[in-house]
């Protein structure tokens, strides 16, 4: 019998809506500070993504402080309230299992604002240019040769 899902493939269509569901759900909580605690009082958390298990049964949850600051206190105050957060979440989503939850920093803004540097640097802004790396122009070269 033929595997129904590639290893290489990406995450299914009931993977990503849940995933979502999930992200609306966490991101309710925690704007409303449901959580009674001192870490997650001082700060605004944003969850730009929840990816789920193919069997659903666990959600990893991106997360980042505004800001950026303290990372590890926030992953831990939410590591602490995961119960309490499970429950919370299970009752907004309705589904037939609740998740484990796991708690990630998201990088996704960092690989952004690298991507932003390389682009931003002046070997690409030269290539965009047309010219090469002697300094001349390669639009010039290109008429030459015809």
Known sequence: MAKRFETGSGPS???LRVG??????????LSRGEIHDPVLAKHVVTVPEVKMSPDLKIATCFIMPLGGKDKEAVIQALAQNKRYLRGELAHRTNLKYAPDLRFRIDESFDEGSRIDRL??????RRDLDGRDPDGQDGAADEEGER
Do not use: N
């Open 119 to 124: 682009l931003d640097s002046e070997a690409v």
């Open 13 to 15: 269509q009931r993977q």
């Open 20 to 29: 979502e569901l999930m992200r609306h759900a966490l991101a309710e909580v």
